[in-house]
């Protein structure tokens, strides 16, 4: 009896595992078969993404070309050695004495003309002359400049002008035919929208790559002097360098300028300036030849958590107001060294390089209104923004250097006053780049440097001119921070 029963169980467990797996191949066969059906129903929207790329891609080809640029670069000949010569084995110097070196045969130099490839995009067509944005880095110190269209006509070029501190460069053509790009607007992009990259990586010409916007408002490269990069997983690669970044619609909404790698090649991380930046450095250069930008005359620095603790505010975003400059716009306004700067002409402000960037594009002239809070009220000020001094980073702010990481400032008797260091000289630390030299040698905001490898500086330009001395070698600072001085050593890349 236990023998029959046993068999019934098996039969029962099998009969169970029959009806199971049946019930399990006929839900796979309805989720595939529902799979099939959802496939069929987006399809017609993936067709339609895709002609849409394709149209995009036909439609921005004609305003994109490719730029040559010719370099020439001088180099002692090889195989001569008369520098090389030791004196004491020397027989002229027997003769000359220590009048030898005035003797000696330099070495011969030989010219070497290097060519580079860059892109560029019509932007503006007036008549026969056709304007063309590109970066400066594209453009700068070349000697011939050639520009071929994508119907394969070329052009000698010349340069209408140049803005280093925004890497854009603007230069011209005379040709018939002529398509300029369709402008976009930036300030609508957002991450996770298409993005498509055109130009010429590696001399192949009208190259098309497609991603999405990552981020916005990227900072801190050490690229450029004013920076707010588009950041895009579009493949870029050397030669991309002046191409545009279109949106969905065809619009340009950027130019490719720089990647982010550790091989040389894309790693996935590209850089774009974005297109409203670049509308007015294009408007200046092609009316003037150089750029206006607007100035406030303040010293700024982000504000964060302790800060915000020690001001009494509870606003984590916004610009602290560290001094201002006498005879300045700021100064007519009524700014006052304290205030936090949370609004600029009706936009919210989140860290100094929005506000600086800003400030610069905004029109000379103008009246502003800015949110400000002091002590911890709500403020309103008006300013009339003045034009930037062309010497401005020569005698109150230097520029982030792109090898160190830092920006240093004059050191007023105010800040002096402020910063425990009156009655000293040097040049003070208002911001380090993060992962930079600087900060891997513990240089932090204010602190002072005294001296460049044993030099006594009192300014930032003295500080410029130590720097060029040291032709990429190690830097030795004397810095002090509050009542305690030290050397440190910075290591170049």
Request: aromatic share 6%.
């Amino acid at each position: 009896m236990k023998r029959y029963f046993v068999v019934f169980l098996v039969a029962l467990i099998c009969g169970f595992t029959s009806l199971a797996s049946s019930l399990n191949a006929a839900t796979d066969s309805d989720k595939l078969e529902k799979l099939s059906n959802k496939l069929e129903e987006l399809s017609s929207s993936a067709t339609t993404l895709q002609e849409s790329l394709s149209l995009v891609a036909e439609y921005v080809k004609p305003s994109v070309v490719s730029l040559t640029t010719v370099k020439t670069f001088k180099h002692p000949a090889r195989g001569f050695h008369g520098e090389r010569r030791d004196r004491r084995k020397d027989p002229f110097h027997d003769f000359f004495g220590k009048d030898f070196d005035r003797y000696k045969q330099k070495p011969p130099e030989r010219e070497f003309k290097a060519q580079s490839l860059g892109s560029g995009v019509i932007v503006k067509v007036d008549g026969l002359n056709g304007y063309i944005l590109t970066n400066n880095h594209v453009v700068e110190n070349m000697e011939e400049l050639k520009v071929k269209l994508g119907d394969k006509r070329e052009y000698d070029a010349v340069i209408i002008g140049t803005d280093p501190q925004t890497d854009l460069a603007v230069v011209k053509i005379e040709a018939e035919n002529l398509i300029p790009v369709k402008m976009g607007d930036s300030d609508k992009m957002k991450p996770g929208q298409w993005a498509i990259a055109v130009g010429n990586p590696f001399g192949l010409s009208h190259t098309v790559s497609v991603g999405v916007i990552s981020a916005t408002g990227r900072s801190g490269v050490g690229i450029a002097q004013y920076e707010d990069f588009l950041q895009t997983d579009a493949a870029i690669n050397p030669g991309n360098s002046g191409g545009p970044l279109v949106n969905i619609q065809g619009e340009m909404v950027g130019i490719n300028t720089a990647i982010f790698t550790r091989t040389g090649g894309y790693q996935g991380i590209g850089f774009a300036i974005p297109v409203n930046m670049a509308k007015a450095v294009l408007r200046d250069l092609i009316n003037t030849g150089k750029v206006t930008r607007g100035w406030l005359g303040v010293v700024i620095q982000n504000l964060d958590p302790s800060l915000a603790k020690q001001f009494d505010v509870d606003v984590t975003e916004g610009v602290l107001i560290g001094d201002v400059q006498d005879n300045s716009p700021a100064k007519e306004g009524g700014f006052e060294r304290g205030d936090i700067v949370v609004e600029y002409d009706g936009k919210e402000i989140g860290d100094l390089n929005q506000l600086r960037n800003m400030v610069a594009q905004t029109a000379v002239g103008k009246e502003v209104a800015v949110k400000v809070l002091r002590n911890g009220k709500e403020k309103i000020l008006t300013v009339n923004i003045g034009e930037q001094p062309a010497d401005m980073f020569a005698g109150g702010l230097s520029p982030v250097d792109n090898d160190l990481g830092l920006t240093v400032q004059d050191l007023t008797e105010e800040l002096a006053d402020s910063m425990g260091y009156k009655g000293e000289s040097g040049v003070l630390v208002s911001s380090v780049e993060p992962e930079s030299v600087a900060t891997q040698a513990e240089i932090q905001e204010g602190d002072l440097i005294k001296e460049v490898n044993r030099e006594k500086i009192s300014s930032v330009k003295e500080f410029s001119a130590a720097l060029k001395k040291t032709e990429g070698k190690d830097i030795l600072f004397l810095v002090r921070r509050g009542m305690h001085t030290r050397f440190v050593i910075i290591k170049r890349k």
